[in-house]
């Protein structure tokens, strides 16, 4: 290797130290709206389980250093076995998932790196997202110190009054819908995780946690195709989305 080669490769190896990004894969619901006896991560789209799809995504992407996932304990072993049969290299532990979802970041957050300098925290229900997305909003949130996957809402949204009465219309172009990953620097997770705790505040998204402690979120626009499987119509859409893609291709 000649002295120009070592130069190149030492900045890209300090740049690495420097954005070391952790993924945590959250695959602890209930799965209540999805029905049946199984949990979603397990069913198939396109004949491959659904928290499948989402390892082999973050394994693919650049930015990404480690997995850690947070799952049903009872689940463990299946999640043992889904990530030795697609051989997901980048995984380093695989945690029991808490009674909502700020607990099971928590816990997994307890089993990242030393090295850890930001955290891509993400749905396991997710299973469409690209590898180039996740490299986008990682790349993002290095910049910004926390960023979200999103997309704007096309539907024309109103606020409903508690007897179904339109109170008014919102204004879409202010809106977007938020997604995951969800990419923030690890110390104010940190922190926006422990005010979140102590002060019981309700949360459905990590970004929501960062606006609490009083921190802007930036957004980084990928695609609608990005849709968290939650009900059956769920796997008939993305069953649809891929077939579309395959025939793009």
């Not at 491959?48 to 394994?59: D, E, F, G, M, S």
């Not at 049969?85 to 790196?113: F, M, P, Q, Y």
């Not at 690890?186 to 009083?214: K, N």
Request: charged share 25%; net charge neutral; glycine share 6%.
């Amino acid at each position: 290797m000649n002295p120009v080669e070592k130069q190149i490769l030492g900045k890209v190896f300090r740049s690495k130290q420097k954005t070391f990004t952790s993924a945590l894969i959250l695959a602890a619901g209930s799965s209540t709206r999805m029905g049946g006896s199984d949990s979603k991560q397990f069913l198939c789209v396109g004949g491959i389980p659904v928290l499948a799809r989402t390892l082999l995504a973050y394994q693919r992407a650049e930015c990404i250093d480690e997995i850690v996932v947070a799952t049903r304990i009872e689940d463990i072993q299946r999640v043992e076995k889904l990530v030795a049969d697609c051989n997901i290299t980048k995984l380093t532990a695989i945690v029991a998932g808490g009674v909502d979802r700020v607990e099971s970041a928590h816990l997994a957050l307890d089993h990242i790196s030393p090295k850890t300098r930001f955290v891509a925290v993400a749905d396991g229900a997710r299973c469409l997202i690209r590898p180039d997305e996740i490299d986008r909003v990682c790349r993002a949130a290095y910049q910004k110190n926390a960023a979200v996957a999103a997309c704007p809402i096309v539907d024309t949204v109103k606020r409903v009054g508690a007897l179904g009465n339109v109170r008014e219309t919102l204004n879409r172009n202010e809106l977007w819908a938020i997604q995951t990953p969800q990419v923030f620097q690890i110390s104010l997770y940190a922190a926006a995780i422990t005010r979140t705790e102590a002060d019981e505040f309700p949360v459905t998204d990590d970004s929501s946690m960062l606006e609490h402690l009083g921190y802007g979120v930036y957004t980084v626009p990928c695609s609608r195709n990005n849709i968290k499987i939650t009900t059956p119509e769920d796997l008939i859409l993305a069953e649809a989305i891929l077939a579309a893609e395959e025939k793009a291709e």
